[in-house]
C-alpha cells in the first residue's frame, strides 16, 4: 500500500472517530459532567494517581473511571477497591482506545451520581493523544524514571494536554531527571499547560492538581 | 469507516510491510550480521543499555546502531558518544518503525565492518511488535519502576521476543516490583524467552546479556 493511500484510509479512521467523540462530548454535556482522558507510557503510575485522587476527594468530588487496557482488568480492580465504580474496556491489542469504545461504556457508568470522569488510556505516550474521546481535557503523566527528554521526544501529546503530572518525585536524586529542562519543553510545546510535580505515592504535591480538578467541576456549575 | 474494512486495510499495511522485512532480511542474512529490534516503553533505558553494550564489547562485538524516534536525534547523539556508528530515523508522529524506513537506512551504516546490528524502537510497548523490520530477534525490555504487570497488559510483545532485559533492578527495594510475577507471566508468555534482570547504570547483571549477543554472534560464523 503506498503511503498517499495510507495517510487517506488514516485520516478516514481518524473522521469517523470524530463523530463517536461529539456524540460523547453531547453526551457528557448534557450532564455537565467534565472528562479527563489520562495518557502516559506504560507504568507511569496513573492508576496508582487515580486511586490516590478518589480517596483523597471523597466526600468532595464523585469519580467514575474508565480504564483502557490492551488485555486484563488489573486496572479496574485497582479501582474498585477505592469504591468508585469503575469500568475496564479491553481494546485486544489494539494501542489505543476509541471514541466508539468509550462511548459503549460511557452510559454503564452511573453518571448521574458522578461530578468527574476519568478515562484512563492504554498506557502509551504516542497513539492515544491523536484519538479524540469526547473528552473535556488530555491529562498527561510523565513519570521521574522514564527521563525528562519525554516532552521533548514524544511532542504530540504535550501539545494536546492541558495538565502534565511529573509522577514519582520521591525518586529525585535516586534517578537523573531535570525537572527545568521536562518543564520548559512541555512549555514550548503548549504555553498553557499547567505543570504539577506530584508524588502519588507519598502524596506530594496532590492537592494543586486537587485544587484544578475542583476548579474545573465548578466551572461546570455543578 | 466500518471495523470489517478497517481489519482489511490493516492486514494490507502488515502485508506491505513484510514485504521490505523480507528484503531487509535478505540483506542481513547475506553479511551474515544478526540484528536485535529493541522494543519497550519510553523511558525504560534502551539507549542506556545499548551505550554500556557497546562500550562494554569493544574489541569482541562491532555494533551499529539504528534509532528511531518520533521527534529529535538525541538518541542517537547518545550513541556516537560510544564512537559506534548510529543512524537516527524520525517517524514525524508514527508510533513504530517500518520495514521500508529500515531499509531505506540499513545501507547506511558500514555493515561489512560491524559484527552485529541493534535497531532501537519508538518507545511503545504496544504497536512496534506487530511490525516485523526484517530482524533476527526482538529484545523486549521492561523496566523496574514500570511495575511487574507489563507483562500480562501487553502481552503481544513478550510473546514474540527472544530476550528479555528487566532494567534498573538497581532500583528494586526502592519501589514495588515483583521480579517472579514479571519472570512467570513472561514464560507464560512464551516458554523460551531468555530473562536478564540487568542495571545498565551500575552495570549488574549485563554480563550474561553479553554472553547471549557473543552466542549470537558466533552462531552466524562470524
Redesign the interface.
Known sequence: ?DSVR?VK?EK??LI?NEEYACKNRDFLAKRKIPCLNVIS????GKTTILARTIRELRGKIRIGVIEG????D??AQRIRTTGAPAIQINTD???HLSAAQVGDVLQKLPVDELDLIFIEN??????PS?FDLGETAKVAVV?I???D??P?????LFARAQALLVN?VD?LG??DFDMDRAGADALKLNRNIRIFPISAKTGVGMSRWYDWLEALTNRRGR
Chains 1, 2 share one sequence.
Open positions: 500500500m495510507k484510509v478516514k479512521i469517523a507510557s506504560p507504568g507511569s487496557d490492551v488485555r486484563t488489573i486496572d491489542g489494539a494501542c492504554v498506557g502509551n505516550l504516542v497513539c491523536a513519570s524514571p522514564e527521563g527528554d519525554k521533548a521526544k514524544y511532542p504530540a514519582k525518586l535516586v534517578v
